[in-house]
């Protein structure tokens, strides 16, 4: 089946320093991913759509200047967190969905774990 | 009001026992629906689909109610590796295809 690549899977940053999260669609490409962020004992809320070759989607509240998303190719998006704060402590979780596979198509990245000190 | 609705539980019941899910959905244009199992600091993974007709997969049962906007699992003689966070999902295909997660209902199975 479609496998999506996450890394890194857990990150120990610093307060005020930058994090690039990458999600790579190993054996299919995807026009669009998306970006999710979990808290402790939540559930996933969508962050952003990315879209190859255009501007990503932002979801209502999400800062775009924050939570930088490129998708420069069709295998590959990034997910910057910039300037991070403990508050962007979270788990965050990449998908995308495998063309071939119609409705069932959406497959998830293994996480990446982000704890900022 | 959110999209999708779950009950939190948690759920705690004993092995072997049957245990069911609800989930409603607000948007009447959502086209497919989904349930997804999470384990702690895990990806969620699909479990199966719903259709209107029910769905079957072993001890699991999955049906959905359009004109109710309702969707349930039946999970029986439940095992104690059933236990994980069970996530409603309904997707939508527009100009800004979503994918809608439930706030997901824990479930702990007891020896």
């Known amino acids: 089946g479609a496998v999506v690549s996450q890394h890194p899977s857990r990150v120990i940053c610093k307060s005020g320093t930058s994090v690039k999260i990458e999600c790579r669609s190993l054996d299919f490409q995807a026009t669009t991913m998306f970006w999710y962020r979990q808290f402790p004992k939540q559930s996933l809320m969508l962050m952003a759509t990315?879209?190859?070759?255009?501007?990503?989607?932002?979801e209502q509240g999400v800062e775009k200047d924050k939570f930088l998303i490129n998708h420069a190719s069709l295998t590959l998006s990034t997910l910057t967190v910039t300037s991070a704060h403990p508050e962007d402590s979270s788990f965050y979780i990449c998908?995308?969905?495998?063309?071939?596979?119609?409705?069932?198509?959406?497959?998830f990245g293994s996480g990446t774990r982000l704890t900022v000190v | 009001r959110k999209e999708v609705e779950q009950d939190p539980g948690p759920f705690n019941v004993p092995e072997g026992a049957t245990v069911a899910f609800n989930c409603t959905y607000s948007n009447s244009a959502s086209q497919s629906f989904f349930w997804y199992r999470q384990d702690c600091r895990k990806e969620p993974k699909l479990l199966m689909s719903?259709?209107?007709s029910g769905n079957e997969d072993g001890r699991f049962t999955a049906q959905l109610n359009r004109a109710s906007q309702y969707i349930s699992l039946l999970i029986r003689d439940s095992k104690l590796s059933d236990s994980a966070t069970y996530l409603c999902v309904v997707t939508r295909y527009s100009s800004a295809s979503k994918i809608i997660f439930g706030s997901g209902t824990r479930l702990s199975i007891r020896p």
């Open positions: 998908s995308a969905r495998d063309p071939r596979a119609g409705i069932y198509g959406y497959t």
């Open positions: 990315s879209n190859e070759g255009s501007k990503a989607t932002y």
């Open positions: 719903v259709y209107s």
